[in-house]
């Protein structure tokens, strides 16, 4: 497998309290392959999002699990700062929500970029230059060589996530990140760029990890897709498969609350559980209308479970969520 | 739509009251420093909005809402037009009057932790709206404040607390607490809810719901987001390039949008549909490259660069707005001949 993360958990340290807020991840991404993590906000999307670099916030720290590339471990491999740096950005490109924030106010945007594939190529500045160029160009920006002077300021919203798209393709990477990459754009501007970015990762023959709490962003272009809630996976399988017959109960909340339906019949309940204080169990009991006591929910924590066809599901009710989900999808 | 007796139509006024806002050609432009060019951010914008009703404003960033929105409130003097609030023009509103007229609408913004000053408590910012729009004294003001919070949801202690130690759908809420101090008519309500995750958003819609039930008031809803407009409005208006190009009940407007525009944007829109990509598989988007600048408009029609449908009148020939059926009004000449657009898989 080219990219496999193995129940990798990430924590939060504050003050005396400590908050689980990635657990027991595993997940695999094929070559090529277009894989979607989805999930309501808080559910850990964006900690995970990080430690797929192996890179946390400050007060956060990988506890126990490995994130191989190609074999290497990036968290748990004893890699020094130097040695990971091969890795990201030019193995692992990342794209983040908010574009702006992750460019240079002070310096043009084609300077960035081809500085971006100097640094890990060695490239003289001519090749680095023409290089930014063609990424510029593959993401969909018209005149690139103007636009390789502009600074990020002079560019729209979707024109400067553009450009960082285009510095996380540059290098050609083996597998890109996107964190809700277009979830702050106008509809008109998300679709385009999911298109740039779908072709451009075609092109440069990299995989693409899609993370996102929309559902019709999966739906459009994630091939398989992962759903996690609480910090943890809670089911996994091909788009299609999915978005037809949801399994867990958290799925089913998710579809139902995007389907444009009146009813919240199946929807989750309150708040996200708190990360601190995680009951016996399962993790959902307390805002899950499918709770049932003489199933386990409260006693047993469920593990994931094959239900054939890839489709994995980690729910002590899953015969009757998926009976019940047909209604709604159908 | 409700079967409220007090629904109109925001464009022929067809109601049996008249409207808590009505605005006629509004026409907003900023001028350029050092420049003798001009932004158009708002242009020949007529509206009308009834107790009890929602008119949802959409379009995409730089299309002009925020701008309206703020000439509604006379936050921003308007170039030209008219604005009546319960038939008083604002625009001509002396100091005096306007915040007399103040009191009748009031104001919700995006992010409510910069709504409010971080370094004053919750309570005290709510009372000093009480303490500018109502003669009470300070005693009843303070109880005046726990009954606000009350009304929105919100636990008294609130009151005592900074900004910064609410979560974000809470202190939306104290900021709609805020906006009713002064027993408004009419809220204007910027992206209320887009800073607020998921379900944050929902309690928040729910309160805002209840709160027109309760007390008739007017909604001026401003989003960029179709499916939450479609949800929450009874009316809606399409914004581009600071033109109201479609307005119309919600209803038809989704059900057949005409104006090629609405027609891209609802196309636009990802549903979680796994059918959708293969009926999008190929195909082209409706709407190439992005808004043009408000600077140098064309002289025709403002989407003329961008549209399929593009004839010869609508690059020389102003557009105007022509009447569809009694309640829709479209900014096209091609609008009555257009193919309907793609229905959702």
Known sequence: MLFEVSELSVEYQSLDEISRAVSNVSLEVGSGEVVGIVGESGCGKSTLALALLGLTRRNARITAGSVRLEGTDLVGGGLTDK?????????????????????????????????????????????????????????????PEHRYEAYPHELSGGMAQRAVIAMATVCRPDVVVADEATSRLDVTIQAQILDDLQRAVQEVGSSLVLITQDLGVIANYADRLYVMNAGEIVET??????????????????????LDLSDAEFRLRGLPVDARKLPEGCW??????????????????????????GHEVRCHRTSVVLDRAAELTR | MTGDPMTGDPMTGAGQTAPVLEVRSLSKQFAIRNSRKLVHACDDVSLELHAGQTLGLIGESGSGKTTVGR????????????????????????????????????????????????????????????????????????????????RVGVPAVAAGLLPGALPAGVLQKCSIARALASEPRLLVLDEPTSALAPEAEADVLGLLTKLQQDFGLAY????????????????????????????????????????????????AVLHPDPRQRLARAGRETQLKGEIPSPIDLPAGCYLASRCQYVTDRCTAERQELIQIDTSTVVRCWRAGELPAADERP
């Open chain 1, 237 to 258: 399988a091909p788009t299609a498969r999915l978005f037809e017959a949801p399994g867990h109960p958290a799925s089913v909340s998710l579809l139902e609350s995007q």
């Open chain 2, 220 to 267: 001026l809803f401003i989003s960029h987001d179709l499916s939450l407009v479609r949800s929450f409005c009874d009316f809606v208006a399409v914004m581009y390039l600071g033109q109201i190009v479609e307005l119309g009940p919600k209803t038809d407007v989704y059900a057949q949008p005409r104006h090629p525009y609405t027609q891209a944007l609802l196309a």
């Open chain 1, 83 to 143: 040695q990971l740096r091969q890795f990201r950005g030019r193995r692992i490109g990342l794209i983040t929500q908010n574009a702006r924030s992750s460019l240079n106010p002070t310096v043009r945007i084609g300077k960035q970029i081809a500085t971006v594939y100097a640094t890990h190529t060695g490239a003289k500045k001519a090749d680095a230059k023409s290089a930014a160029i063609a990424a510029l160009r593959l993401v969909g920006i018209n005149d």
């Open chain 2, 71 to 150: 000439c509604v409130l006379r936050l921003i003097d308007p170039t030209s037009g008219s604005i009546f609030l319960d038939s008083a023009d604002i625009t001509k509103a002396g100091p005096r009057e306007l915040r007399r007229l103040r009191r009748q609408m009031q104001i919700v913004f995006q992010e409510p932790a910069e709504s409010f000053n971080p370094v004053l408590t919750v309570g005290s910012q709510i009372e000093l709206s009480l303490k500018v729009f109502s003669g009470l004294s300070p005693a009843a003001r303070r109880r005046r404040v726990d009954d606000l919070l009350d």
């Open chain 1, 284 to 309: 959902l009991q307390a805002r899950c209308p499918f709770m049932d006591d003489k199933a386990g929910c409260r006693t047993a924590h469920p593990e994931l479970s094959d239900v054939g066809d």
